[in-house]
């Protein structure tokens, strides 16, 4: 695993450039990439989220494209649309900006649902079907999508299968007074993001992911990676828990953690450092629970305290 730990460190530090003091938020970015899932990036305006979604791009060297979601916006400004060609006198396929490496879906909760509903397909099958036809997206394909989760009006709150098709959700937060400091200094004459280029390439993408594929996780630790995801959908204060996808995001994602730590086996400390950013967003709190301002990490919490970790030798 040291190539795939190698791969993390050139990412990191390039990435660290630009987004000052968000280490554990770019691990989870860098996971999900390798898990080649999808990641949303919930925070308050100007933490840096699109700055993020960028400096990303711009390190992997693949093709980027950005969708800036509005109330407006069509299920053909995402995917594309058939022209007829009037000189061939059939109809031709224009794609659409989903047909990106890495796409960035900025304020994709300002979307109508049908709009939204027209990045399922390609989030869960890598293909998006337009008039009949299926056209297979690039590869690696990852989305980032980026939301604010107090600017309610004007907003549609992403469904429940969409939120499932998102890997891990990324919080940023506020910057401490030592890293603002350091941003202030950085964008003084320019944009440190303006000095950055490729670090990787979409073949060492891909060839990490395979390589994540390979670490290995001991029957102990799968169930307990099953046992946890099975505590959300029977607890009092959740009324929809975690689906099977759920589980397997979990599974991949600490396999990804492991890798970039440069084991070759995943610990049941990868599974407790990745639940809340895995399974929180797929779970709905009841009405009642909401009432007493109980939230969906405080119940993965409560789950993880409850549920004995296991023991025992996890290498293979």
């Given at each position: 695993?040291?190539?795939?730990?190698?791969?993390?460190?050139?990412?990191?530090?390039?990435?660290?450039?630009?987004?000052?003091?968000?280490?554990?938020?770019?691990?989870?970015?860098?996971?999900?990439?390798?898990?080649?899932?999808?990641?949303?990036?919930?925070?308050?305006?100007?933490?840096?989220?699109?700055?993020?979604?960028?400096?990303?791009?711009?390190?992997?060297?693949?093709?980027?494209?950005?969708?800036?979601?509005?109330?407006?916006?069509?299920?053909?400004?995402?995917?594309?649309?058939?022209?007829?060609?009037?000189?061939?006198?059939?109809?031709?396929?224009?794609?659409?900006?989903?047909?990106?490496?890495?796409?960035?879906?900025?304020?994709?909760?300002?979307?109508?649902?049908?709009?939204?509903?027209?990045?399922?397909?390609?989030?869960?099958?890598?293909?998006?079907?337009?008039?009949?036809?299926?056209?297979?997206?690039?590869?690696?394909?990852?989305?980032?999508?980026?939301?604010?989760?107090?600017?309610?009006?004007?907003?549609?709150?992403?469904?429940?299968?969409?939120?499932?098709?998102?890997?891990?959700?990324?919080?940023?937060?506020?910057?401490?007074?030592?890293?603002?400091?350091?941003?202030?200094?950085?964008?003084?004459?320019?944009?440190?993001?303006?000095?950055?280029?490729?670090?990787?390439?979409?073949?060492?993408?891909?060839?990490?992911?395979?390589?994540?594929?390979?670490?290995?996780?001991?029957?102990?630790?799968?169930?307990?990676?099953?046992?946890?995801?099975?505590?959300?959908?029977?607890?009092?204060?959740?009324?929809?828990?975690?689906?099977?996808?759920?589980?397997?995001?979990?599974?991949?994602?600490?396999?990804?953690?492991?890798?970039?730590?440069?084991?070759?086996?995943?610990?049941?400390?990868?599974?407790?450092?990745?639940?809340?950013?895995?399974?929180?967003?797929?779970?709905?709190?009841?009405?009642?629970?909401?009432l007493r301002e109980v939230t969906a990490e405080r119940i993965i919490q409560e789950i993880m305290l409850a549920v004995p970790v296991p023991g025992g030798t996890f290498a293979?």
């Amino acid at each position: 695993m040291t190539d795939v730990k190698s791969f993390g460190e050139t990412l990191f530090a390039n990435l660290e450039k630009v987004v000052v003091g968000k280490r554990s938020a770019l691990e989870l970015i860098i996971t999900g990439l390798l898990c080649q899932g999808h990641v949303l990036i919930e925070d308050v305006p100007g933490v840096g989220k699109t700055i993020m979604a960028r400096t990303l791009a711009k390190s992997l060297g693949c093709s980027f494209n950005r969708l800036q979601f509005t109330p407006d916006m069509l299920p053909s400004d995402v995917t594309g649309v058939s022209i007829f060609n009037q000189e061939l006198r059939k109809f031709e396929f224009r794609p659409g900006p989903i047909f990106g490496q890495v796409v960035l879906a900025d304020e994709i909760n300002r979307a109508t649902p049908k709009t939204q509903a027209a990045l399922l397909e390609a989030m869960d099958e890598r293909q998006v079907t337009v008039d009949g036809a299926t056209h297979a997206l690039p590869s690696p394909f990852i989305v980032l999508a980026t939301q604010n989760p107090i600017e309610y009006e004007g907003t549609f709150p992403l469904p429940e299968a969409q939120l499932d098709r998102f890997l891990v959700r990324v919080r940023l937060g506020y910057p401490s007074m030592l890293d603002e400091i350091v941003v202030l200094e950085q964008q003084q004459l320019r944009h440190p993001i303006q000095d950055i280029g490729a670090v990787i390439d979409a073949e060492q993408v891909l060839a990490a992911a395979e390589a994540v594929k390979t670490v290995f996780v001991a029957p102990t630790v799968k169930r307990y990676i099953i046992e946890l995801v099975h505590r959300t959908r029977s607890h009092s204060d959740i009324y929809l828990g975690a689906s099977p996808r759920g589980s397997l995001g979990l599974f991949r994602a600490a396999q990804a953690r492991a890798a970039l730590s440069g084991r070759a086996h995943v610990l049941p400390d990868d599974i407790k450092a990745l639940a809340q950013a895995v399974l929180a967003h797929r779970i709905i709190v009841n009405p009642a629970a909401r009432l007493r301002e109980v939230t969906a990490e405080r119940i993965i919490q409560e789950i993880m305290l409850a549920v004995p970790v296991p023991g025992g030798t996890f290498a293979a």
